[in-house]
């Protein structure tokens, strides 16, 4: 299945991984998010811009050593060099690159207005449909700068009770930049890290489907699995660390499916009614 190209006069839809808080699995999510939306046929720019190059450390140590978004951002390299093409043809990174503890805060500052990063995924719509982003704890000036040229931002909630705190937050971040003109909207939150056998865990889910509209959440939730653990420590995600797939990888399916409907990404093959198993 192949999507058209992207207009290369257009940014592609821009899905911004974020959450204030921190270990909640937005890398995980951004990773397997981008492999299924990946092998649903949309051509996927997964781009890392977490100052700990949380992306390139879950996949190979190789994509620490080379080029990528800080070099760009800085006007030292090409997006076209920087990328890197994966095994499979629809999904492409964008590591962070190589970065200094001392240059942080300098990456953060060319980050925070959104200009630079903004100018970047203009360029980068001869590449993708939907470029994905994975970002760094709160709403600091990396975040900041790719929430200002999102179009669509998913935070993971982790199933405990300080998890929600976070919530309010990004609610405020985002009413504040879409009244600055930003095109943000919230795609959804999503339930991580949920233990079905503890009940506080299932209490502080049961919270959140409480308290927020359905259009705000999702059907599938992340569970806590050591199935993680085993991926990122091979450098893989979740759906490519064996044959037969583990269980958890059509979560990913179906949050992918979900999120290209709120996004209204485009379809290859558009059906508005059922289709004849035989003839």
């Not at 995980?28 to 649903?40: D, K, P, Q, V």
């Not at 953060?108 to 470029?131: K, N, V, W, Y």
């Not at 420590?233 to 044959?243: E, N, Q, S």
Request: a negative charge; aromatic letters at 4%.
């Amino acid at each position: 299945m192949t999507i058209p190209p992207a207009p290369t006069h257009e940014r592609p839809k821009a899905l911004a991984v974020a959450s204030q808080k921190g270990g909640v699995g937005k890398t995980t999510l951004s990773l397997n998010l981008a492999l299924a939306f990946a092998e649903g046929g949309y051509r996927v720019l997964l781009i890392d811009t977490d100052p700990q190059g949380a992306i390139g450390l879950s996949l190979s140590k190789k994509l620490t050593e080379r080029p990528g978004l800080v070099d760009c951002i800085a006007g030292e390299a090409e997006l076209e060099t920087s990328i890197v093409r994966t095994s499979l043809t629809n999904l492409l990174l964008l590591p962070l690159g190589q970065l200094a503890p001392s240059e942080t805060q300098a990456f953060g500052s060319a980050m925070a207005d959104g200009s630079r990063f903004g100018a970047l995924l203009t360029e980068a719509s001869h590449h993708c449909d939907l470029a994905l982003i994975d970002t760094p704890c709160g709403f600091g000036g990396i975040t900041l700068g790719v929430l200002r040229n999102a179009t669509h931002v998913v935070s993971p909630i982790q199933a405990e009770p300080i998890a929600l705190r976070s919530v309010d937050q990004l609610l405020e971040m985002v009413q504040s930049l879409k009244r600055q003109g930003a095109p943000l909207k919230i795609a959804g939150l999503v339930i991580s890290m949920l233990q079905r056998d503890d009940e506080r865990s299932v209490a502080s889910a049961r919270d959140v489907w409480d308290l927020f509209p359905p259009q705000l959440l999702f059907d599938a939730s992340i569970p806590r699995d050591p199935v993680f653990l085993e991926a990122t420590a091979v450098g893989v995600p979740v759906g490519m660390l064996r044959t037969p797939r583990p269980a958890v990888t059509h979560i990913f399916e179906l949050l992918a499916a979900e999120l290209a409907l709120r996004m209204q990404l485009p379809t290859a093959q558009p059906n508005d009614g059922p289709q004849a198993l035989v003839d």
